[in-house]
Structure formats: structure tokens, C-alpha cells
């Protein structure tokens, strides 16, 4: 792909983007509880999900963040049940952060509602169409299955 063809296909995925996020993030809403995560504290989540059981000192380092600004967020996720600290076996003056059982949930939950989204977009489209659109996914899936691979 040259140039010109990155730009459109980036701004073709911005205009999906744009046209699922309005009845995405309403709907997320509606289906979160009350005082939902922020957005930092979702993309935490996602990053504990992918990358196991860092400490928060690794943990900030990943999210670009101080070691105390780390341990507040940390904080309010404890406090939600979406995570928990986990003394590390192997040095008793570290703490691993893990995802609970909730925090699991509140990913596989908050992952449901944005495919519903996305799919809502494919029922416009012929069955033509939509074997590209589920081939091109596949092809999606596989390159960031060997990213998130590469990055673990």
C-alpha cells in the first residue's frame, strides 16, 4: 500500500469508528454501573488482561505514568473488584496486580457491547460483502494475536 491508500483506509476506519461510537459509548453507559471506569482505567484492564501480572512499578512504566499516580489508579480499580494486589513469591517488597473475576467480566461484557456495535454495521451489507468484511477480520485477528505475542 503507498501512501495515499494508507490515508484512505485510515480514514475510512475513522469513519467507522465515528458512526459506532456514539450508540457504543450510550450503550456501555447503560449497561455499566453507576460512576462507569475511565477511559485510563479500561485500558488498564486491557493491559493486565493481555500482559498477566506486573507490579506497579512495571505497570506504570507500561501506561506512561508515575508510580504514584499508578498506585491511585490502581487504587479505585481495587476498590471497584476489577483488580487486586498479589504479593510477588519472589520478593516480598513487591505486589502484583491481577484482574479479578469481576475485572474479567467487566472486560468480556464492555468486548460484547463494542462487537454488538460493529456488527450492527455489517447487517447493511450483501452477503458479499460481509464474507470480505469477515475475512478481513480474520486477517485483523491474526495480526493482533501475533502483536500482542510479540509484545508479551
Do not use: C
Request: no cysteine; proline share 3%.
Amino acid at each position: 500500500m503507498d501512501g495515499a491508500d494508507l490515508e484512505r483506509l485510515a480514514g475510512d476506519i475513522g469513519d467507522v469508528r465515528r458512526a459506532l461510537m456514539p450508540d457504543f459509548a450510550l450503550e456501555a453507559l447503560r449497561g455499566l454501573e453507576h460512576n462507569e471506569p475511565s477511559m485510563i482505567q479500561v485500558a488498564t484492564l486491557y493491559l493486565l488482561d493481555r500482559s498477566g501480572a506486573p507490579t506497579q512499578r512495571e505497570l506504570a512504566e507500561r501506561i506512561g505514568r508515575s508510580v504514584s499516580a499508578t498506585s491511585r489508579l490502581i487504587d479505585q480499580l481495587v476498590r471497584r473488584g476489577l483488580v487486586a494486589r498479589r504479593d510477588d513469591p519472589e520478593d516480598r517488597r513487591a505486589r502484583r496486580i491481577v484482574l479479578t473475576e469481576t475485572g474479567t467480566a467487566f472486560l468480556r461484557r464492555f468486548e460484547r457491547l463494542r462487537a454488538e456495535a460493529q456488527l450492527s454495521l455489517v447487517n447493511d451489507l450483501t452477503a458479499d460483502e460481509r464474507r470480505l468484511v469477515a475475512r478481513a477480520m480474520e486477517l485483523l485477528g491474526e495480526s493482533a494475536r501475533r502483536r500482542s505475542h510479540d509484545h508479551t
